[in-house]
């Protein structure tokens, strides 16, 4: 059954208010046309599968429909979405199947090297910045921690760490 946007609104109100036949109508021809709408779009073994789930948002979502407004483009509306998580669940799975077949070595070159190249950079500071940001940044202690750590005044940990962060940025800069 192909039916007409007229018929299909007025099928979608009569199933609102509980009209079973109507609904069995609607369900036809929005299975038909779902069919075709996704046998451009899909694999041919995925789209009983893509017909049926937008089915049942049809069904869930058809309180919200609005009988005095068009019902084939809400109903494209509704087949767009499931087409959107269906791509999204197949790249997914997809991903996941990669990394699985490929697992990403587990380097630490990368982490020495960025622990040699901050060692370098910290020898350009003086040794209470260091010492400061070393303590803080790194190692996550708080201000207090690292003031008692040191034997400097907060305030003087605190300018320590902004003065030594910005002599650090100028030189990465400048490299």
């Known amino acids: 059954m192909i039916a007409d946007e007229a018929s299909l609104a007025r099928l979608a109100g009569l199933a609102q ?3 079973k036949q109507a609904y ?14 996704f046998r451009g779009r899909g694999m041919p073994c995925q ?19 609005d009988p ?11 087949a767009r979405y499931r087409f959107v998580d ?23 070159e990368p ?18 910045q260091q010492r400061a940001i070393a303590l803080v940044k ?5 201000i207090s921690e690292a003031s008692a750590s040191t034997g400097q005044s907060e305030s003087a940990v605190k300018v320590n760490i902004h003065r030594g962060l910005k002599r650090l940025a100028a030189l990465v800069e400048r490299a």
Do not use: N
């Open 86 to 108: 269906h791509l999204r669940l197949v790249y997914r799975q997809a991903e996941d199947e990669l990394a699985e077949d490929h697992p990403a070595p587990q380097l630490e």
């Open 138 to 142: 790194i190692e996550g202690l708080s």
């Open 24 to 37: 069995a109508a609607l369900l036809g021809a929005a299975r038909h046309w779902l069919a075709r709408y």
């Open 47 to 65: 789209i009983d599968d893509l017909v049926q789930e937008t089915l049942l948002s049809l069904h869930r979502k058809l309180a919200s429909y």
């Open 17 to 19: 208010r509980g009209d």
């Open 111 to 128: 982490a020495i090297a960025a622990r040699i190249s901050l060692d370098r950079l910290f020898e350009a500071l003086p040794e209470a």
């Open 68 to 78: 005095d407004r068009p019902f084939m483009p809400w109903l494209a509306a509704i």
